[in-house]
């Protein structure tokens, strides 16, 4: 996607490399939350996969 953006701003607005990388930083900046937030939620599903336990019996 980036680089689709980056395209876009060089060639339709023409405008140069350093200013599309201007452009382009909120957007890299999103991307690296989402990255860290998804990298968070994998590492809690593999965590729980390893330590799952069976479930204890219930008295009635």
Same mark, same amino acid.
Do not use: C, H, N
């Given at each position: 996607?980036? @680089? =689709? *953006? ?5 060639? =339709? *607005?023409?405008? @140069?490399?350093? +200013? ?5 930083? *909120?957007?890299? $900046? +999103? %991307?690296? +939350?989402? $990255?860290? /937030? /998804? !990298?968070? @939620? !994998?590492? #809690? #599903? =593999? =965590?729980? !996969? /390893? #330590? *799952? ?5 219930? %008295? #009635?």
């Amino acid at each position: 996607m980036a @680089g =689709v *953006l980056q395209s876009y701003i060089e060639r =339709v *607005l023409g405008m @140069g490399y350093m +200013v599309a990388q201007g452009y382009m930083r *909120l957007w890299m $900046g +999103v %991307t690296m +939350v989402a $990255g860290v /937030f /998804f !990298l968070a @939620g !994998l590492l #809690t #599903t =593999v =965590v729980d !996969l /390893f #330590t *799952l336990r069976p479930a204890k019996a219930r %008295t #009635t």
